[in-house]
């Protein structure tokens, strides 16, 4: 198998693992009765999602560097500058990657190391180096492997398909129905979803509406139309 074969199959193993991400961490919850039932899956799933990505683009690039050797440092900042200047919206890349240099160096500094790198709750989600990092791995890979519209496309339907998902158990527990018992192990009786908080599911449903519009706006008058508009109104 070729070098540019290989690099091929990665990238779409990579593409796959972040549409699976998107699809199935909303989703995840825990056996009733788990201590953090809905927190410690989304969390788990993330975190290998993140490692399967971090290990899969080390390869992607040491093949890379196998065909064009190792990139030149000289004039790295004029190349910077230039690689923002062609599209405005990169500085978003170095604004992450500032955010996540002053995450690592206040873990490293911090009197309190352990809590700093991996949280108060290792399985939890919380503000640490190590739910920072994840966090960033995903933003990084689709920062610089999503160069496609056809990618673009795919990603939309995978938010719309978690969101119809999660919104239509939802819609199932708000009429009494409940086949998974996660009403009965929440603190109160509201509508949560898969994510044992009503506040939680809203907010997910509502960062997932724009990319389900989007879907709407491009298959107006076809039948994926009729899909878009059940995700919608879901």
């Known amino acids: 198998m070729t070098i540019k074969r290989s690099r091929a199959l990665l990238g779409r193993a990579i593409e796959t693992i972040w549409l699976l991400a998107i699809v199935l961490v909303p989703l995840a919850f825990g056996p009733p009765g788990w201590f953090a039932q809905f927190d410690i899956p989304k969390v788990a799933l993330v975190r290998l999602f993140a490692s399967a990505l971090t290990v899969l683009w080390m390869v992607d690039a040491a093949l890379g560097v196998a065909v064009g050797g190792v990139p030149s440092t000289a004039n790295s900042v004029s190349r910077a500058k230039a690689w923002v200047g ?15 240099l002053v995450v690592g160096l206040s873990a490293l500094i911090s009197p309190f190391n352990n809590i700093a790198l991996r949280g108060f709750e290792v399985g939890q989600d919380s503000y640490s180096l190590l739910s920072t990092a994840s966090a960033m791995v995903f933003f990084f890979v689709v920062a610089f492997r999503l160069e496609s519209k056809a990618q673009m496309w795919r990603a939309a339907w995978a938010v719309a398909a978690g969101c119809v998902t999660a919104a239509g158990y939802a819609i199932l527990q708000a009429a009494g129905l409940d086949p998974l018992n996660i009403l009965d192990y929440s603190s109160d009786r509201r509508t949560v979803g898969s994510f044992g908080n009503p506040t939680y599911l809203g907010a997910a449903l509502l960062l997932g509406l724009p990319m389900v519009f989007a879907l709407g706006l491009r298959y107006v008058g076809s039948w994926n139309s009729k899909v878009v508009i059940l995700a919608t109104g879901t």
């Open 86 to 100: 062609a599209h405005p919206p990169r500085v978003t890349v170095f604004s992450a990657s500032l955010l996540l």
